[in-house]
Each structure stands twice: as structure tokens, then as C-alpha cells.
């Protein structure tokens, strides 16, 4: 059984800062764990929009604080998110999350997982990696 706490990961490499300064996403799973998949809790700082692609993974997200919306780029739908909202990009959507004036804490999935300290790269994606040493 692997067991993770929040307080854990904080200050190690599994704690993550994106260069844009928007979010900091705490890995509790990663592929190395063997689980198939990463587990991630990620907040989105309050009054930011980062925009992403995850033309290399799928991903479910499920807010559980505060408020903000995901917009589809195709299609230009917007989806208000607030605790209890699930959202799972399963075309690769592009999109843009925002968080309004409270930062957003979600809890999100990648298939296939991730590996440890990937950042969006400029088309908003995550690099599909084997391993720690190809960051």
C-alpha cells in the first residue's frame, strides 16, 4: 500500500512551480510509483489564467475550493467550475483555466502518468517523458 500526505510533499521535488508563476502542483503519484497513472492536488493562484493542451496525456480534474471557470478553445465553451464540478479532457481539448479572486485547489489525474517535475511546455503541453533523467 503506498500512503502520501500533502505535508510530505511540500519542499520536496514532488512539489512543483509552474515558470509562469499560476500554479504549484504537489505530485502524490507518479509513474514511478507503478500505479498507471499520477495523482496530483494542483492550485491555480487567485486572478490567473494558464492555458493548456495535454495533447501528450488525458486528464480529469476535480475541484474541491474555490471558484473560477475552464473555456474550451475549440468551440469557445465556458464552464464554471466550483467545489464539486469534475471536468475530463478526453479530446485533448485546449483550454484556459482561471481562477477567480480566491485561488482553485483540484485534484487531478494523468494518463499516462507523469514522471515527476514536467512543466507546460509553450504550447501548453507536458512533454511525454519515460523518466525523471529526460527532464
Same mark, same amino acid.
Given at each position: 500500500?503506498?500512503?502520501?500526505?500533502?505535508?510530505?510533499?511540500?519542499?520536496?521535488?514532488?512539489?512543483?512551480?509552474?515558470?509562469?508563476?499560476?500554479?504549484?502542483?504537489?505530485?502524490?503519484?507518479?509513474?514511478?510509483?507503478?500505479?498507471?497513472?499520477?495523482?496530483?492536488?494542483?492550485?491555480?493562484?487567485?486572478?490567473?489564467?494558464?492555458?493548456?493542451?495535454?495533447?501528450?496525456? /488525458?486528464?480529469? $480534474?476535480?475541484?474541491?475550493?474555490?471558484? %473560477?471557470?475552464?473555456?474550451? @478553445? &475549440?468551440? !469557445?465553451?465556458?464552464?464554471? #467550475?466550483?467545489?464539486?464540478?469534475?471536468?475530463?479532457?478526453?479530446?485533448?481539448?485546449?483550454?484556459?483555466?482561471?481562477?477567480?479572486?480566491?485561488?482553485?485547489? /483540484?485534484?487531478? $489525474?494523468?494518463?499516462?502518468?507523469?514522471? %515527476?517535475?514536467?512543466?507546460? @511546455? &509553450?504550447? !501548453?503541453?507536458?512533454?511525454? #517523458?519515460?523518466?525523471?533523467?529526460?527532464?
Amino acid at each position: 500500500m503506498i500512503i502520501k500526505r500533502i505535508e510530505d510533499i511540500r519542499g520536496t521535488d514532488r512539489e512543483i512551480f509552474s515558470e509562469s508563476g499560476n500554479w504549484v502542483s504537489r505530485r502524490l503519484l507518479l509513474k514511478s510509483d507503478g500505479m498507471g497513472f499520477s495523482f496530483h492536488e494542483t492550485i491555480i493562484f487567485a486572478n490567473t489564467e494558464t492555458q493548456m493542451w495535454y495533447k501528450n496525456h /488525458l486528464e480529469a $480534474v476535480y475541484c474541491i475550493e474555490g471558484t %473560477g471557470e475552464v473555456e474550451l @478553445l &475549440e468551440g !469557445g465553451d465556458v464552464i464554471p #467550475l466550483e467545489p464539486g464540478t469534475l471536468y475530463a479532457l478526453d479530446k485533448h481539448d485546449r483550454h484556459i483555466v482561471r481562477a477567480r479572486d480566491r485561488d482553485l485547489r /483540484l485534484i487531478c $489525474v494523468f494518463n499516462p502518468a507523469l514522471v %515527476g517535475r514536467e512543466d507546460h @511546455l &509553450e504550447d !501548453g503541453s507536458y512533454a511525454m #517523458l519515460e523518466d525523471e533523467a529526460a527532464l
